[in-house]
T-cell receptor, first 110, second 119 residues
């Protein structure tokens, strides 16, 4: 069983649509990261969350610690948002280990 | 450059050979992580360095894998007697000094990765 589950696995959207990617985890955590991996492999860290909500441009990330759930929202999606979005959690009792979701592949069509 | 750099970008080797992968973190970043991403798989944590502390090796898959970090900066990941299942993209990331308690929760900056192919 994977400690981190993401949904959906694949997502296709029209340009301009509002997008939500979900992440559920099964362990207590000290932090949750959302990462973006573009075709070609480069990975960018989008957010690090331990509570509440963060916003950066058209991206919004929320976390509910009690429900062990986080969402990544993209408003006014654009084709350049096409990438794999990965949720990663740092469990609170295992030092520096990270557990990763398998990613959500997003394609935004013009 | 200002980002994390890794070398080589691609490495093809024969089964049984040893390989060394290099990571240059962002200057001033004391935390350094190695991950690998196998084809079709998610990211997998390998090892974590923080300053002069003993590294967290809990993610290393076997004793064929080892890593060093010299002078708190450059890191080398060594895989001995490579196997075909070692084929993956090996990613390095760095972040700023940790919060109290030794845990780094800062944003991680990833390098471009080294694609290792073991024939």
């Amino acid at each position: 069983k994977n400690e981190v589950e993401q949904s959906p696995q694949n997502l296709t959207a029209q340009e301009g649509e509002f997008i939500t990617i979900n992440c559920s985890y099964s362990v207590g955590i000290s932090a949750l990261h959302w990462l973006q991996q573009h075709p070609g492999g480069g990975i960018v860290s989008l957010f690090m969350l331990s509570s509440g909500k963060k916003k950066h441009g058209r991206l919004i990330a929320t976390i509910n610690i009690q429900e062990k759930h986080s969402s990544l929202h993209i408003t006014a999606s654009h084709p350049r948002d096409s990438a794999v979005y990965i949720c990663a959690v740092r469990p609170s009792n295992t030092g520096n280990q990270f557990y990763f979701g398998t990613g959500t592949s997003l394609t935004v069509i013009p | 450059g200002a980002g994390v750099s890794q070398s080589p970008s691609n490495k093809v080797t024969e089964k049984g050979k040893d390989v060394e992968l290099r990571c240059d973190p962002i200057s001033g970043h004391t935390a350094l992580y190695w991950y690998r991403q196998s084809l079709g798989q998610g990211l997998e944590f390998l090892i974590y360095f923080q300053g002069n502390s003993a590294p967290d090796k809990s993610g290393l898959p076997s004793d064929r894998f080892s890593a060093e970090r010299t002078g708190g900066s450059v890191s080398t990941l060594t895989i001995q007697r490579t196997q075909q299942e070692d084929s993956a993209v090996y990613l390095c990331a760095s972040s700023l000094a940790p919060l109290a308690g030794g845990l780094s929760t800062d944003t991680q900056y990833f390098g471009p990765g080294t694609r290792l192919t073991v024939l």
